[in-house]
């Protein structure tokens, strides 16, 4: 089964929303290096629809920052596992849905059994409930949040409604110009 790392951006007080995050060249650095280290990709519906608004059609602006494009075409190369109920037109190759008949919680014996036709490493990106319902089922194996340096007030809680608490190892954390802060967990 694949080894599947968490990355989440998180203010603060634990929110996750997209327009709530320091977007810099370390931090494309970054997810350029574990996208490219990695084998699948696994998103939530919203992340993916968040996604698909921007990033397949980055690959080919020339406006946009190396980074961005570098970024752009990692996450067109690797393999997308989309957990969804319904599935919807894409300019992205590489896209594979897993249904999810029951909106929530989302099927985790579905995404497992897909987990487990990927060897090495998958990411999910995003993605709080989704990544929720994984890391109670023990699909998680690494926690990597990108603490952004705000008080957010938007957007769900990272891992909101998980029943029981997840014991972390720390393995890194570094902080980035921006102001950011990586923190890398392995879970226990």
């Excluded at 084998?39 to 080919?60: C, K, Q, S, Y």
Aim: include cysteine; charge should be negative.
């Amino acid at each position: 089964m694949a080894h599947v790392i968490h990355s989440i951006n998180a203010t603060v007080s634990g929110r996750c929303h997209h327009l709530d995050s320091v977007i810099d060249e370390a931090h494309h650095q970054y997810a350029i290096q574990l996208v490219s280290s990695a084998d699948a990709m696994i998103l939530g519906r919203h992340t993916f629809e968040l996604f698909d608004a921007f990033w397949p059609t980055a690959v080919n602006r020339q406006d946009l920052p190396d980074d961005t494009v570098a970024l752009a075409n990692a996450f067109a190369a690797i393999p997308k596992y989309v957990v969804a109920s319904k599935e919807s037109a894409t300019a992205w190759e590489n896209v594979r849905y897993i249904s999810n008949r029951n909106a929530a919680p989302p099927d985790m014996a579905s995404l497992a059994q897909a987990l487990r036709g990927v060897t090495g490493t998958a990411v999910i990106f995003g993605s709080p409930g989704l990544a929720t319902a994984m890391l109670q089922a023990s699909l998680i194996n690494e926690v990597h949040i990108l603490v952004q340096p705000f008080v957010g007030v938007e957007g769900p809680a990272a891992w909101a409604g998980l029943p029981d608490r997840v014991a972390l190892s720390l393995v890194e954390a570094r902080p980035f110009p921006s102001g950011a802060v990586l923190l890398r967990y392995h879970v226990r």
